[in-house]
Structures are given as C-alpha cells and as structure tokens.
C-alpha cells in the first residue's frame, strides 16, 4: 500500500483564499526546502490565472517567471491548479490554454490540475486534450462530488474514462463526507474509471484525515492535505497529522520535525491573523451541504453568533451548496456589474440633510437630543440596523445590502413599517417570498475595489456594507450634507475601525462625496460635533 500513496501538498494553492495568495518569498522558499525534506513528492504551487481586477499575489498567477525564480530540489515535483471557468470564459479554448502554459520541455511543471464542476467537463475535456498535446501530465478535479446522485455519479465518471486525464480527483467540496459515503464514492468510480484516483478533503466535520484514509484503502493513490490544514473555509487534511497517520498505517517514511519547525516559524502566525479550521459553524455548513464560503465570509466580517446561526438556518432551505458570487462578495472573488435599480432618492433627498442612524450603545445616551432634531430640523432618517433606538416613526426609510445580513436577520426586516431600501438583485427568492408585504426600494449596486460611483438609481461601492450603501444613497440623492449618529465604532485597536476608516477616507475623496459630521461620540476618523451644538 505504501507504494501506491502519492502526498501531494496543496498549502500555497488552497491556503491563498485567506491571505489572496500574497505568500512572503521567504516563507514560500523554506516552504519549498521542508516539503523537500519531508518526503513528499508533489506540492502546489498555486493557481495558474489570468489577470485578476482585485489584488492577488504570486501564488494566484504562479507563472513560469515565478517558478523558475525558486529553487526546486530535484526530488520535489511541482502542480499547479487551473480552474475550468477561468478558461472557459475566454471562449477561444485553444488559444486560451496556450496564454497560460508553454510547452512541458520548457517548463518546471510536471502536473496541471483542473478544478472543474459538471456542468464545464465537456469544455474542460477539450482543455485536458490541449494540455497533454503540450505535454503536461494532467488531473481533473471534479467539484462538489457530495451534491451528485449515484446514477449521475456513475453517468459523469463513465464520461470521464472516455477522455482519459491521467489522474481523477473527486473534491469534498462542502466538507459534508464520511468514510460510508466514501466507500460509495469510489466504488461507483472504480466501477466506470480505470485510472489513478485522487481524494481532497475538506474538514468541516473533522473528517478530512479520516476520510482520506478511507480513501486510501479502497485504492484511491493521489492525496492532498496542507500545512496546519490551511485553506478554504474550514481547511483540508492537516499535512503535519495525515503523515503521521500514514507513518503508522503504512510504515511510510516521512520526517515530521522540518514541519514543525516550518508551522512553528511562519504558520501560527498566519493562522492566529486568519482563524482557518474547523468550528461549529463550518460542522454545521458541513451537515447541510452549505458552501464554506459563506461561512468564511460571515466570519470575516465579525458577523456575530446569532446572526451566524440564523443565516445557516436560512441557507441550508436555499440552495446554499451553490457559492453564488451574486449573493455576497468574498475577498477573493470577483466584481458585481452595477445593475441600477428602479428607485431614485433624488425626489426625496436633494439638497436635504441626511441623518444615518445606527445602533452604538451610545446612541442610548442621545436618544431624546436625535429625536429632537429629527423633529425641528427635518432631515431624511436612513437607519442602518433595524434596533436603532429611536423613535421609529421618525425614520424615512432602512437601509440594508449585505445578503448575508438580511438571510440572519429576515424576522426583523420581514415586519417593518417603514421602506426597505435594498438592491433587488441580491436579494434570493426565498427572501423575496418573505418580503412580498414589505416595500422594497431597488437602489442597484455594483462592486468595485477601491472605487465609489453614485448614479441616479445605484451606486458602484467597494465593499457590500450596509453603511457604505446608505452613504451611496445619500449621496445619490444629492443631500447637502451627512450626519451619523450611533456609530460609535469598535475601537481603535479592532482591525474594523481601520476597515471603516479606509471606506470613509475613499468615500470623502471621492468625486460627489458629501460632507459628513458624526454627531454622538465615535472613534471613526471623520469630522465630528455634538447634536446639541449642531
């Protein structure tokens, strides 16, 4: 058996959904030179891309420049992961291939993965025939093996043996696998596919390593893990523990000590800044076949428990296996076209002030002085979260964007009396269902980095936050002015301050920003007075 177990470490590729694949060179050297002298013989470099519109490091693009800039000891084979989509976009497959990879004879590449979903394979069959006539050895990885019955399971392998990639790997994409499903997995693939099998687990419910030693007993020989398991969502089969595992299943020979050191020296620390593993909230992504991006993304954003909760609750009755870009932005994914909505602020707000509401416990404390002014000075009320303090007959409309927001907290929303302002386009069908007594006012937006835009009926922002849209509202609208009342911030040593601050500046100095004055105590970094001397 040990002969047959080929350890590919995937850490540079999988690890990048957190950190944009921007790898120090130190860290990826000495990464290089561990893998080496540990005794596995694949690792994966990264991804091999197009141009990104957002920021990616070296690992996303990983091009033959990169790669002959590192040292490859020569017991060290070197992958690269493709994904189908990216390609398949450029609609001139051929053409698309050959911008991406050179010949093999004049590459350090010895294996091209391609992450492909079902509905790509019969495109993704033609790029697998362009990279071997290059000379590449090549594996298909196909995506999201849980979400397909035994009969289309058995139909899509069958497929697959007619178009003869060199290696089959099937993804635990949604980490939802256990060692039964395993054993119908791959018998149902033994059954249609005469070649090498390979396995990449996820460990949403700490099944990663089990799973693929499972795996390993009914035959299948290609296995990925990475460095402290890091990677999307949850994270994979931790290499440090798996080969352990494979030390004392199969007396196969590793050195653990030069990982160690390796984890001890840059790792910890990535994984202190990050928080990659698994949690219960990924377990429960994991139990209802909800993709882990979401979970990531909610994390990321410091949504809290109850809002957590709830969205899983939401998600598991909507389709959630599917990562739907459309629904909400990760870092690491793509823009959102601008899609304007059917609602203009401007016959509300224009050369009116605009009072933001939110629900800083300060807030509390000025309660009766916003009502007052509320009352004596007229602004148009946005209020940013549905438990503001005020009273609520004060408030024009509420403001809200982020998807995952408004799946968690649909009760509060479902029952306002007062119009919701949202984008219509981000809003699931299952939420529309929920929404269908409330008034919805489509203002569209689109996502771009670092870019704010105000159109009549939408705005082009830089992160789906429900401030920043509130602000794309007001200033859309052509209000005089912007007034915040209740953001008393998260303090200056929460990495959200500084997340906030960094929009705030963008927005100021943006072309159509409008002036803005916090009113309550904040520790954002804008100009600020009190509501009883405005």
């Known amino acids: 058996m040990k002969n047959k177990i080929e350890v590919l470490d995937c850490t540079l590729r999988d690890g990048g959904y957190y950190n944009n694949w921007d790898f120090s060179l130190d860290l990826v050297k000495n990464y290089i030179k561990t893998i080496s002298s540990s005794g596995v013989k694949y690792i994966e470099l990264g991804f091999r891309s197009f141009s990104s519109k957002s920021f990616r490091g070296s690992n996303w693009y990983t091009t033959e420049n990169y790669i002959n800039s590192l040292t490859i000891p020569n017991n060290l084979k070197i992958s690269v992961m493709v994904n189908a989509s990216q390609i398949i976009m450029q609609n001139d497959l051929e053409s698309s291939v050959r911008k991406l990879f050179i010949k093999k004879n004049r590459s350090k590449i010895h294996l091209v993965r391609i992450a492909s979903h079902v509905h790509e394979l019969d495109k993704t069959f033609k790029i697998i025939k362009i990279l071997k006539k290059l000379g590449y050895k090549v594996g298909l990885n196909l995506m999201q093996i849980s979400e397909l019955s035994d009969n289309d399971l058995a139909a899509v392998v069958r497929k697959i043996q007619k178009n003869k990639p060199d290696i089959f790997y099937f993804a635990d994409s949604l980490g939802s696998l256990d060692p039964f499903r395993i054993r119908k997995i791959v018998k149902i693939i033994k059954s249609n596919w005469k070649g090498e099998i390979g396995i990449h687990a996820h460990d949403n419910l700490g099944k990663a390593i089990l799973n693929t030693v499972e795996a390993i007993n009914l035959g299948v020989k290609w296995v990925d893990c990475t460095i402290t398991g890091m990677g999307r969502g949850p994270g994979n089969a931790q290499t440090e523990n798996f080969l352990v595992e494979l030390q004392n299943r199969y007396n196969k020979k590793f ?71 459309d629904l909400v932005r990760s870092e690491f994914q793509r823009n959102i076209k601008l899609q304007n909505g059917s609602w203009s602020p401007q016959n509300h707000i224009r050369k009116k002030e605009v ?27 946005i209020a940013v979260n549905t438990d503001v303090e005020i009273d609520k007959k004060l408030i024009d409309i509420y403001a809200a964007c982020n998807p995952l927001k408004l799946i968690a907290n649909s009760d509060s929303y479902k029952n306002l009396k007062c119009p919701l302002a949202v984008p219509k386009t981000l809003i699931n069908r299952a939420l529309k269902k929920e929404f269908k007594n409330l008034k919805i ?94």
């Open 441 to 534: 006012l489509d203002f569209g937006v689109g996502l771009e980095q670092n870019t704010f835009k105000f159109n009549k009926n939408g705005a082009i922002m830089p992160r789906l936050f429900t401030l920043v849209y509130a602000l794309s509202i007001a200033t859309s609208g052509a209000a005089n002015r912007i007034l915040l009342a209740g953001f008393d911030g998260y303090g200056i040593e929460d990495s959200r301050t500084k997340i906030i601050d960094e929009l705030l500046h963008l927005y100021s100095s943006s072309s159509g920003s409008r002036p803005l004055l916090a009113v309550t105590p904040t520790t954002y970094s804008i100009g600020s007075n009190s509501i009883y001397a405005i």
């Open 355 to 381: 009072l933001l509401v939110a629900s800083g416990p300060k807030s509390k404390d000025y309660k009766n002085e916003i009502e007052m002014y509320i009352k004596s000075k007229k602004p148009y009320v």
């Open 255 to 325: 050195k653990i000590l030069p990982i160690l050191k390796l984890i001890k020296n840059y790792f910890e620390k990535l994984k202190a800044k990050y928080s990659w593993g698994t949690n219960t909230y990924y377990y429960l992504a994991g139990l209802y076949g909800i993709h882990p991006t979401y979970i990531q993304e909610m994390i990321s954003t410091h949504f809290d428990d109850a809002e957590i909760l709830a969205a899983i609750n939401q998600l598991k009755d909507s389709g959630g296996s599917k990562y739907n870009v």
